[in-house]
């Protein structure tokens, strides 16, 4: 997403943080810490000034660093707002390993997905909606679709798919490598309704998750049934044309996507 670093010589030329200097940067490397103060500069300025409004001259001048260097680590604002990403991706992937170790109902684990996500990004939300408006610009690096974005997608499917594969609940075959997107789709869809949500706490967000991780979990389970089935494909040929990322039907190779299960019982839906 953002540039490699070529050389740590260069973050020598940057002033001490000081009394600012946050836990994340205290013990970090000193280059590592450099970035971190860029980023965390930035995320300051966007929340005050606005997005648009923030230049890098400004946010170097904030960080105690010179332009050129702020350049180096990043070397755009629209970067900038990458590495926010993928900080937010990194923080909740390592605060949701004990959901993918725990219990393998999926409801549960979705749910335990999802408010980890609402945990980890609490601390953002006062600035979240100022990065909304380039967000949902689909041809802006900072879309969640765009090509800028894909370390950050990828990784926020990556843990989808893990939820899923850790489940004890049966799903239909054809939709096996579709369904981590469209679990990571109903995630974007819960961060916009963060992303306005008011109330304190978020509270209306995670009432949000409380409803829908087990209509999700309960709709993937009755995925496989061979009554369902027909609407299973037409959804499938339907994400596959539409859904970004998509080029080609997944799932006719998979093992077992010829089996069809009986049409489900009453106790079947019940359970599922």
Not at 8 to 17: G, H, I, N, Q
Not at 84 to 92: C, G, K, L, M
Not at 249 to 263: F, I, T
Request: charged share 25%.
């Amino acid at each position: 997403m953002v540039k490699d670093e070529k050389n740590v010589a260069d973050a020598s030329t940057a002033k001490p943080a000081g009394a600012g200097k946050t836990d994340r940067t205290a013990k970090a490397p000193k280059s590592e810490q450099t970035r971190t103060l860029i980023l965390e500069t930035a995320l300051r300025l966007f929340e005050e000034h606005g997005y648009d409004r923030t230049t890098m001259r400004a946010i170097a001048k904030e960080a105690g660093v010179s332009v050129g260097n702020a350049y180096y680590y990043f070397s755009s604002k629209e970067h900038l707002v990458q590495g926010f990403y993928d900080r937010i991706a990194a923080e909740h992937e390592a605060a949701v390993r004990p959901v993918l170790a725990g219990d393998p109902d999926l409801a549960v684990r979705i749910r335990g997905v999802l408010l980890c996500w609402l945990d980890v990004a609490e601390q953002y939300h006062r600035f979240a909606a100022q990065f909304f408006k380039n967000a949902a610009d689909p041809d802006s690096p900072l879309s969640p679709f765009s090509e800028e974005s894909v370390a950050a997608r990828e990784a926020a499917i990556s843990v989808h798919e893990r939820c899923l594969a850790g489940s004890s609940t049966r799903h239909d075959p054809e939709l096996a490598r579709l369904l981590p997107q469209l679990m990571w789709l109903m995630q974007m869809g819960l961060v916009l309704f963060w992303v306005y949500d008011r109330t304190e706490g978020t509270e209306r967000s995670r009432r949000l998750v409380e409803r829908i991780a087990p209509i999700a979990a309960r709709a993937i389970a009755l995925s496989r049934f061979r009554v369902l089935r027909p609407l299973v494909r037409q959804l499938t040929d339907l994400l596959v044309e539409f859904m970004p990322g998509t080029a080609k039907r997944p799932g006719q190779d998979a093992p077992g996507a010829s089996e069809e299960p009986d049409a489900p019982s009453a106790q079947d839906i019940r359970s599922s």
